[in-house]
């Protein structure tokens, strides 16, 4: 008989499972050929790397800079 904590680890594998095949599964969008931020072309090379980028990459930059800030990461 499984005790709380093979519970415990089950349902955790059981998540982890399901989130994985949710981002394989989920469809990308094109990448853009502007940025949505400053209307700035996005290099063709980053738009064949990063499938579905939206952002240049200053733009990308300054979002994730404040997206930590504001999370109070450092």
Known sequence: MADSMD???ERAEEMRQRNIA???NKQRQPSR???IDCDASIPELRRRTLVGVER???????????????KGKV
Do not use: D, G, R, Y
Request: with cysteine; net charge positive.
């Open 56 to 70: 240049c990459v200053h733009c990308q930059q300054i979002t994730e800079a404040k997206s930590k800030h504001f």
């Open 33 to 35: 050929s502007f940025c």
């Open 22 to 24: 949710t981002v394989l």
């Open 7 to 9: 519970l415990v680890q």
